[in-house]
T-cell receptor, first 112, second 112 residues
Framework: DAGVIQSPRHEVTEMGQEVTLRCKPI?????LFWYRQTMMRGLELLIYFNNNVPIDDSGMPEDRFSAKMPNASFSTLKIQPSEPRDSAVYFC??????????FGPGTRLLVL | DAKTTQPPSMDCAEGRAANLPCNHSTISGNEYVYWYRQIHSQGPQYIIH???NNETNEMASLIITEDRKSSTLILPHATLRDTAVYYCIVRVAFNTGNQFYFGTGTSLTVIP
């Protein structure tokens, strides 16, 4: 299995632009998680899905952030409009039946 | 609420055993202890997990105290490639699924 796939691996954008991060979970996994990691706050859970349905989005910082999972093999995290404080590494993880989480390589986002 | 406490950093000589402690004094009876590590901003990598009994796999051993309030991850023969941040995590079960609570981790440096 290729593991969790994320794209792009790096993104540099200007403040105010829309950013879309993508994730392909491991085939057969029914949970998908989005995390954000910064030096100041460490690894934070943003939102997670079960069978493509958002279960808990209490970690989403504000309305500028949105996430979707249109099918079992694809999810997006969108930031619109982006701000410099959104600069971080964003990780996607998936798991089967809520067991061990497997993480993707992350997307390093820099908002200028 | 990270639910775990770890020392911020540790050193270990190459070839020696690395023993990484973790306190999780508020853990509940059905909550698992997981260990992950993160090498230089790569995605967190699963190492091992356990509930009550000690566990061993090809990467490490996990020793959980009888009262389950603390645990120790043991890397039997540390190599330079084991230099990473090690996270001790409690997996909490909710009706809607399991959540992983990442703390600040222990930065392990393996010294030649």
């Amino acid at each position: 299995d290729a593991g969790v796939i994320q794209s792009p691996r790096h993104e540099v954008t200007e403040m105010g632009q829309e950013v879309t991060l993508r994730c392909k979970p491991i085939s057969g996994h029914d949970y998908l998680f989005w995390y954000r990691q910064t030096m100041m706050r460490g690894l934070e859970l943003l939102i997670y899905f079960n069978n493509n349905v958002p279960i808990d989005d209490s970690g989403m910082p504000e309305d500028r952030f949105s996430a979707k999972m249109p099918n079992a093999s694809f999810s997006t995290l969108k930031i619109q409009p982006s701000e410099p404080r959104d600069s971080a590494v964003y990780f996607c993880a998936s798991t089967k039946a809520g067991e061990t989480q497997y993480f993707g390589p992350g997307t390093r986002l820099l908002v200028l | 609420d990270a639910k775990t406490t770890q020392p911020p950093s540790m050193d270990c000589a190459e070839g020696r055993a690395a023993n990484l402690p973790c306190n999780h004094s508020t853990i509940s009876g059905n909550e698992y202890v997981y260990w992950y590590r993160q090498i230089h901003s790569q995605g967190p990598q699963y190492i091992i997990h356990g509930l009550k009994n000690n566990e061993t796999n090809e990467m490490a051993s996990l020793i959980i105290t009888e009262d389950r309030k603390s645990s120790t991850l043991i890397l039997p023969h540390a190599t330079l490639r084991d230099t990473a941040v090690y996270y001790c995590i409690v997996r909490v079960a909710f009706n809607t699924g399991n959540q992983f609570y990442f703390g600040t981790g222990t930065s392990l440096t393996v010294i030649p």
